[in-house]
């Protein structure tokens, strides 16, 4: 079964609106948790890794104060888009590693955002 | 930086025929381990088959097995009687194994795999 579960599986929001995607590790402890953006026909896009606890790693490019990501729990991370825009719809996903990660990243299913 | 690169944007065979798709990294780090993704049309990241950097024997899942030449810095992915159901995005992704997981994965911009009936 999954062990890593996003939510929401997609989403509608209005341009201009924030909205929150959640990102759970289900039985264990993310001590690091990352959210990738993929575009149609095209590959996963690094955006920010989270360390439970402290502020998130943003890549290069990628818009702080517009994607908010906040990671208060070892089970959970939140990805925040904020005043979105059309341009922001997209694919989202999560993906996690546990302190003994063992070479093993685990996924969540995805969300779809549609900024209208 | 690391950087993946996969040549093949698509390939298509038919069912039951054996098919490779091409990956090459390109890296200083000496440890890490690669990964082969699939992604069908649900969009879920599937782990297909995964090599660490420091084995020298290639890795084999079932009818998924790997060509690793870490000196030449390729990592392709075969399919052995390929199946309908095998038909996806495949991407191949690297990781530092330094870093303890803590680096997100570096992916290629991946290959659509169409298996035809």
């Known amino acids: 079964g999954a062990v890593v579960s996003q939510h929401p599986s997609r989403v509608i929001c209005k341009s201009g609106t924030s909205v929150k995607i959640e990102c759970r590790s289900l039985d264990f402890q993310a001590t690091t948790m990352f959210w990738y953006r993929q575009f149609p026909k095209q590959s996963l896009m690094l955006m920010a890794t989270?360390?439970?606890?402290?502020?998130?790693?943003?890549e290069q490019g990628v818009e702080k104060d517009k994607f908010l990501i906040n990671h208060a729990s070892l089970t959970l991370s939140t990805l925040t888009v904020t005043s979105a825009h059309p341009e922001d719809s997209s694919f989202y996903i999560c993906?996690?590693?546990?302190?003994?990660?063992?070479?093993?990243?685990?996924f969540g299913e995805g969300s779809w955002l549609t900024v209208v | 930086a690391q950087t993946v690169t996969q040549s093949q944007p698509e390939m298509s065979v038919q069912e039951a025929e054996t098919v490779t798709l091409s990956c090459t990294y390109d890296t200083s780090e000496n440890n890490y381990y690669l990964f082969w993704y699939k992604q069908p049309p649900s969009r879920q990241m599937i782990l297909v088959i995964r090599?660490?950097?420091?084995?020298?024997q290639n890795a084999t899942e079932n009818r998924f097995s790997v060509n690793f030449q870490k000196a030449a810095k390729s990592f392709s992915l075969k399919i052995s009687d390929s199946q309908l159901g095998d038909t996806a995005m495949y991407f191949c992704a690297f990781i530092r194994g330094s870093g303890g997981g803590a680096d997100g994965l570096t992916f290629g911009k991946g290959t659509h795999l169409i298996i035809q009936p």
């Open positions: 993906s996690a590693t546990g302190p003994f990660w063992g070479n093993t990243i685990y």
């Open positions: 090599q660490e950097a420091y084995k020298q």
């Open positions: 989270s360390n439970e606890g402290s502020k998130a790693t943003y």
